[in-house]
């Protein structure tokens, strides 16, 4: 029996391509329910699976998708995953990854100055970057989790899985800090409040949790909103927010980098050198982000950034104008909340291809609009709302 190949097939990418721009033209069959024995061939494969994988996905980039902390992402994202999943780079040791380590190393020098922070690393997202400052800080002598009502559920599971209390506390009146790790939010998922970033000043560490807003630090024009950053000991951003970047991709940076890496690291025999973090095999996340960077620079991104924080606005303004909406504030962080007045009428998640979360906040229900699709139209997603 002949193995199947491994090698590059040419024409296969291309139909891939085909398909990816149309990927109705294939006809839609339900996939085996257990494993097939034997393949159908990839150019089979790929047509039966293009209707689900690309047919049935959720479009982030639709006009009327105003929702969720997903973005669409640039296509040249694509092709250089797609080059980095033909080379399989571990970046857990260095004979496996010599270029993608050095990428990611790029990526994290060009992007820690925005935030103040020395180095650090990537993570597949927010809640492992969480995770990996909680530690480092532990490791620093910190002994409790603090955090406001804002503050994302990783920040709980963090202090569970490092078996360390969590407190939840108002940073106006936040008790004895000297032991605590703070994590201060800055964008918070359900609102986009940033607090204040000279909050939890007494803490041992300071972690700001920059998740969601992170990003604003690259552009010129809401740079301010989190001035004070630079002051944290450490800063999650995740890139596969507001960066635009495929998942999953996201940095822990640190005021310290050498301090902090060298508290979370753990040598292996059969590893060259000390495993920093949280992952064990991982790969070349930063390829996508430093492509993004070079095609587009710091100022294209900053001008996506800045294009979604006016629809938020402009959003927000239209919810105002509106007899039948009300909107919870102005929005801080491109994170618009709000309603129908009439609460009688069920809050729409989902209609007519207009797409809002939903998130309830103070115990109240609310839908929740992020500015993360640069080609949402605030209009078409108002008007649908507002027809209930
Ligand atoms: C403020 C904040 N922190 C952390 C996270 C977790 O990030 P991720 O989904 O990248 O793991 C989120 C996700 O929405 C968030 O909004």
């Not at 006009?63 to 994202?77: C, E, L, N, Q, R």
């Not at 209609?351 to 979360?357: E, I, K, L, R, T």
């Amino acid at each position: 029996m002949d193995v199947p190949p491994f090698s590059f097939d040419r024409d296969g990418l291309e139909k891939a391509l085909d398909l990816l721009a149309n990927p109705s033209a294939t006809i839609d069959t339900p996939l085996p329910v257990s494993a097939p024995t034997a393949g159908v061939g990839t150019s089979a494969a790929l047509e039966m699976l293009a209707p689900h994988l690309l047919g049935r996905a959720r479009d982030l980039g639709a006009p009327g998708f105003f929702a969720h902390m997903d973005p669409p992402t640039p296509w040249i994202t694509w092709a250089v995953s797609q080059w980095t999943a033909s080379r399989n780079q571990n970046l857990l040791h260095p004979d496996l990854s010599p270029m993608a380590g050095a990428m990611e190393q790029l990526v994290v020098d060009w992007l820690a100055p925005f935030f103040g922070m020395t180095g650090g690393h990537m993570t597949p997202g927010s809640t492992v970057a969480n995770l990996t400052a909680i530690w480092a800080a532990r490791e620093a002598g910190a002994t409790e989790v603090v955090a406001t009502h804002n503050a994302h559920l990783s920040a709980k599971k963090a202090a569970h899985i490092l078996g360390m209390p969590f407190r939840q506390v108002e940073w106006d009146r936040p008790g004895d800090l000297s032991a605590s790790v703070a994590v201060i939010t800055a964008g918070g998922t359900s609102t986009g409040h940033i607090e204040p970033l000279d909050a939890a000043s007494g803490a041992r560490w300071r972690h700001v949790d920059a998740a969601w807003s992170g990003p604003l630090r690259l552009s010129p024009t809401h740079s301010q909103l989190l001035d004070g950053i630079e002051h944290a000991d450490s800063v999650a951003v995740s890139a596969h927010k507001w960066l635009f970047q495929p998942k999953e991709s996201a940095l822990i940076l640190f005021a310290d980098a050498r301090a902090a890496h060298e508290s979370v690291s753990v040598d292996g025999a059969y590893l060259a050198v000390p495993n920093v973090g949280v992952l064990g095999s991982h790969g070349a996340t930063a390829a996508p982000l430093a492509a993004t960077l070079l095609a587009y620079g710091v100022d294209g991104v900053a001008q996506w950034i800045d294009h979604t924080m006016n629809l938020a606005e402009q959003l927000y303004q239209l919810i105002e104008r509106h007899p039948e909406l009300e909107a919870r504030t102005p929005p801080q962080s491109g994170v618009v909340n709000w309603r129908r007045i009439d609460r009688s009428h069920p809050i729409t998640a989902a209609d007519q291809g207009v797409f809002v979360s939903t998130t309830t906040i103070e115990g109240e229900p609310w839908l929740r609009s992020v500015a993360a699709n640069p080609m949402a139209d605030p209009e078409l997603v108002v008007n649908v709302v507002a027809d209930g």
